[in-house]
């Protein structure tokens, strides 16, 4: 769905509420070389709305990947997982990052399945990860929003 046909005060309430990072991979937005659209949890083919609840800021390189998918087989198990769900899922129960804080690992199926359909560790987010680490801004810490906790 095009930017402009999400109403502007839901598009600010949306920035606003992830602060400025993607709800999927924490990258920045204002250091990131793709813009940053709203995507659409559930997407408007299978019945999702552009209302704030089903809205999350997500890196560019997301949405061609996801497309309209809200399941993906976990990479592990083989077995259909759901993907994560920034409204209604906590961003540490299902992911952690690895040793030098640039991979995000899944850490349950629906983890797991999110990794590797959206390829949140593709080499331009990984890179921005070392760069941001180096400037001391990564990783993003703590927030405040229920969801990156």
Not at 53 to 70: C, I, P, R, S
Not at 105 to 121: F, K, S, Y
Request: charged letters at 20%; glycine letters at 6%; proline letters at 8%.
């Amino acid at each position: 769905m095009a930017k402009s046909s999400i109403p502007l005060a839901v598009q600010e309430l949306v920035r606003n509420r992830a602060k400025g990072y993607c709800e999927y991979c924490l990258v920045p937005a204002n250091f990131s070389p793709d813009t940053f659209p709203f995507d659409h949890i559930i997407p408007l083919s299978l019945g999702g709305t552009s209302s704030p609840e089903n809205l999350a800021l997500a890196d560019g390189g997301f949405n061609g990947h996801k497309y309209n998918k809200t399941h993906h087989f976990d990479p592990l198990t083989n077995q259909l997982s759901r993907l994560f769900h920034p409204r209604l899922d906590k961003w540490k129960a299902h992911f952690q990052w690895n040793e030098d804080e640039t991979l995000i690992i899944g850490i349950t199926p629906v983890g797991r399945a999110t990794v590797e359909l959206l390829q949140v560790n593709r080499e331009s987010n990984v890179n921005l990860r070392m760069l941001l680490k180096m400037a001391g801004l990564h990783p993003p810490g703590e927030y405040p929003e229920r969801n990156f906790s």
